[in-house]
T-cell receptor, first 114, second 112 residues
Framework: AQSVTQLGSHVSVSEGALVLLRCNYS??????LFWYVQYPNQGLQLLLK??????LVKGINGFEAEFKKSETSFHLTKPSAHMSDAAEYFC????????????FGSGTRLQVQP | EPEVTQTPSHQVTQMGQEVILRCVPI?????FYWYRQILGQKVEFLVS????????KSEIFDDQFSVERPDGSNFTLKIRSTKLEDSAMYFC??????????FGPGTRLTVT
């Protein structure tokens, strides 16, 4: 079985500040890990993915995430927040076969204060 | 850029009625999925579909649910007899390789 825990349902940062959204996973086999972003009234957009290659993964819009097996973590970061980053962010895991269902975390709503 | 589309964007139906939610996956994709998100809850997997058959389904996907790829471009989710608890946002997703899944904008289903 696999699961995802996102610490903090709401995170608020100031524009220009570091963004850190936390994700811990549980998987009985090596996982594939993903971050998705959901803007209001829109679908889920893939930000980045980890599929057992480089542990530091760069995604769109300046986001990156680091896979740390020892900590079972895949935290999402961005050095400098922009107002347009305000959205809900979901971490997801699937089994390493890839062709499997995604298990999502409960999401973190990011607010960016001017 | 190719994208997954879903229709309708919002569907209101009465309890006990059948609904069909439609999705047009990205054209060269081979793997198709349905997920749902009840308001305030996690996104939950329903079913995956590959090579014209269901490859995986969750415990939510009971006999009331069915999927079909009727014509090589559409991918549909049918709920035979809707219940109040089926009210949710339903997302379709597709994938070329089965790794990255690309999601549509969702259909909001309201059962009254």
């Amino acid at each position: 079985a696999q699961s995802v825990t996102q610490l903090g349902s709401h995170v608020s940062v100031s524009e220009g500040a570091l963004v850190l959204l936390r994700c811990n996973y549980s998987s009985s086999v090596p996982p594939y890990l993903f971050w998705y972003v959901q803007y209001p009234n829109q679908g889920l957009q893939l930000l980045l993915k980890y599929t057992s290659a480089a542990t530091l993964v760069k995604g769109i819009n300046g986001f990156e995430a680091e896979f740390k097996k020892s900590e079972t973590s895949f935290h999402l970061t961005k050095p400098s927040a922009h107002m347009s980053d305000a959205a809900e962010y979901f971490c997801a895991v699937s089994m390493d076969t890839g062709r499997r269902a995604l298990t999502f975390g409960s999401g973190t709503r990011l607010q960016v204060q001017p | 850029e190719p994208e997954v589309t879903q229709t309708p964007s919002h569907q209101v139906t009465q309890m006990g009625q059948e609904v069909i939610l439609r999705c047009v996956p990205i054209s060269n994709h081979l793997y198709f999925y349905w997920y749902r998100q009840i308001l305030g809850q996690k996104v939950e997997f329903l079913v995956s579909f590959y090579n014209n058959e269901i490859s995986e389904k969750s415990e939510i996907f009971d006999d009331q649910f069915s999927v079909e790829r009727p014509d090589g471009s559409n991918f549909t989710l049918k709920i035979r007899s809707t219940k109040l608890e089926d009210s949710a946002m339903y997302f379709c997703a597709s994938s070329a390789t089965g790794v990255e899944q690309y999601f549509g904008p969702g259909t909001r289903l309201t059962v009254t």
